[in-house]
Nanobody
Framework: QVQLVESGGGLVQPGGSLRLSCAAS????????MGWYRQAPGKQRELVAA???????NYADSVKGRFTISRDNAKNTTDLEMNSLKPEDTAVYYC?????????????????WGQGTQVTVSS
């Protein structure tokens, strides 16, 4: 019903940069917040960055100053610009959206997840 598709992952050397993109599609009335989580092998999934509809942002302490999240409300997309990448940034990155579905019986709030994209930082 709603799909989130990530792109932009890949292999990069330490100190390099990547830009991840996520596009949400479907019968969406509005998106309250969009964000990125990541999960490395053997570790818990953690919040990387989130952005509200009004533009307010939250970042994990480990990425502050290096990552920047943005969104286009009209296109239902979010980007994560990752700079000064470190090996510890290696993980599968997941896009998520907290949104309202436009249903025949009214609006329904629901969270959706993308399938994930691999980011590997290695020399």
């Amino acid at each position: 019903q709603v799909q989130l598709v990530e792109s932009g992952g890949g292999l990069v050397q330490p100190g390099g940069s990547l830009r991840l993109s996520c596009a949400a599609s479907g019968n969406i009335f509005s998106i309250n917040a969009m964000g990125w989580y990541r999960q490395a092998p053997g570790k818990q999934r953690e919040l990387v960055a989130a952005i509200a509809s009004g533009g307010g942002t939250n970042y994990a302490d480990s990425v502050k100053g290096r990552f920047t999240i943005s969104r286009d409300n009209a296109k239902n997309t979010t980007d994560l610009e990752m700079n000064s990448l470190k090996p510890e940034d290696t993980a599968v990155y997941y896009c998520t959206a907290d949104l309202y579905l436009d249903k025949s019986q009214g609006l329904e709030r629901k969270q959706y997840w993308g399938q994930g994209t691999q980011v590997t930082v290695s020399s």
